[in-house]
């Protein structure tokens, strides 16, 4: 319904075709991306450009009316060079996937009549997503800072979403952003007060360096909060196994209850692996949240280290707001050493 914008750019979605239930989407247009906060983060867009690979929709709005509009989602579409598809009945669409699950498909645009035969032919040939490689496609190259706080935080990015750098500057630390595949030592180098492991695509066992870095993370007992895959890296250093989901949890209004108050809180989800309930057991970790609908792990304790880690999105963008708090879960690791009950 809304948080296209915030969708197409999360680099979670990197090459994946985005399909949306709600009938009528794009009435509020694109927002202008030079707005940003004091930091130069853009407020509505979660990274550089669309990282989906192609959106698929059931009625376009080709007019759009908001305040802060500067183009149509056609407009931008066509500006990206994304390619995108109307008048689909993506709810049907949604049921397949969720009988069949995740499922590989081809998107074509042309200006002359489209060969199915073709596309299928190629389909065939097209590898499946668990063998894709996305990190050099979606982690930063280079090093970023953002603010100039004495004491900082270091966001290893495995596809990291403009929010969570939002969020960290809102508790007061700098952002040290560095690449996926960064050792120990550079992340030591920094002398962060705490660590974050970010969201991203794809499979977690196909970041071998970041597990690696993560388990010394925990050794040395560094304040860390992983996100989404950065979840599922953690728990693999720490011992438990991850799977691939049938369909993934996709959405603005996925419950998870935490055990620790029996709250059930929404959430904002992005994934398509998870991590093994039954590997906790002998793992270093205590399951923390877990999924109403399919009882799945949504979060993570270390049963001795600063160290927790969360499958949805606490920086809820495009929302909802619930956990958020889960920052400032992070923020008592690091200044107390003990995360608080909430």
């Given at each position: 319904?809304?948080?296209?914008?915030?969708?197409?750019?999360?680099?979670?979605?990197?090459?994946?075709?985005?399909?949306?239930?709600?009938?009528?989407?794009?009435?509020?247009?694109?927002?202008?991306?030079?707005?940003?906060?004091?930091?130069?983060?853009?407020?509505?867009?979660?990274?550089?450009?669309?990282?989906?690979?192609?959106?698929?929709?059931?009625?376009?709005?080709?007019?759009?009316?908001?305040?802060?509009?500067?183009?149509?989602?056609?407009?931008?579409?066509?500006?990206?060079?994304?390619?995108?598809?109307?008048?689909?009945?993506?709810?049907?669409?949604?049921?397949?996937?969720?009988?069949?699950?995740?499922?590989?498909?081809?998107?074509?645009?042309?200006?002359?009549?489209?060969?199915?035969?073709?596309?299928?032919?190629?389909?065939?040939?097209?590898?499946?997503?668990?063998?894709?490689?996305?990190?050099?496609?979606?982690?930063?190259?280079?090093?970023?800072?953002?603010?100039?706080?004495?004491?900082?935080?270091?966001?290893?990015?495995?596809?990291?979403?403009?929010?969570?750098?939002?969020?960290i500057r809102r508790i007061g630390f700098k952002v040290i952003q560095i690449p996926w595949n960064s050792s120990i030592e550079k992340v030591m180098s920094y002398k962060p007060k705490g660590v974050v492991i970010s969201s991203g695509p794809g499979d977690p066992k196909k970041c071998p360096k970041t597990v690696e870095t993560a388990k010394s993370l925990l050794k040395q007992n560094i304040p860390t909060l992983g996100i989404c895959l950065g979840a599922q890296i953690l728990g693999l250093a720490g011992g438990a196994d991850t799977y691939k989901l049938k369909y993934g949890h996709r959405g603005q209004n996925k419950p998870c209850l935490n055990l620790e108050n029996n709250q059930v809180y929404v959430t904002s989800q992005n994934h398509g692996y998870g991590i093994n309930p039954d590997s906790l057991k002998n793992s270093e970790f205590n399951l923390w949240f877990t999924n109403t609908d399919d009882k799945t792990v949504e979060g993570i304790k270390h049963k001795e280290k600063k160290c927790i880690a969360v499958q949805f999105h606490p920086e809820a963008s495009p929302g909802p707001y619930d956990c958020m708090y889960i920052f400032d879960e992070l923020k008592n690791l690091m200044e107390e050493g003990t995360p608080g009950k909430r």
């Open positions: 319904m809304v948080g296209y914008t915030e969708a197409l750019t999360d680099p979670s979605y990197s090459g994946q075709i985005l399909t949306l239930t709600y009938p009528l989407v794009g009435n509020y247009g694109v927002p202008e991306k030079s707005i940003t906060d004091k930091d130069g983060i853009p407020k509505h867009f979660e990274s550089d450009k669309i990282q989906a690979t192609g959106l698929v929709v059931h009625e376009l709005s080709e007019t759009a009316s908001h305040w802060n509009l500067s183009m149509t989602l056609d407009e931008w579409l066509y500006n990206e060079k994304i390619p995108g598809i109307s008048g689909v009945d993506t709810r049907s669409i949604t049921k397949k996937l969720r009988e069949r699950g995740v499922m590989m498909s081809l998107l074509a645009v042309s200006e002359t009549e489209i060969d199915e035969r073709e596309l299928k032919s190629k389909l065939e040939n097209v590898p499946k997503y668990s063998d894709e490689e996305f990190m050099d496609i979606v982690s930063t190259s280079d090093s970023k800072t953002y603010g100039n706080e004495k004491e900082s935080i270091v966001v290893i990015d495995t596809g990291v979403k403009n929010a969570i750098l939002r969020n």
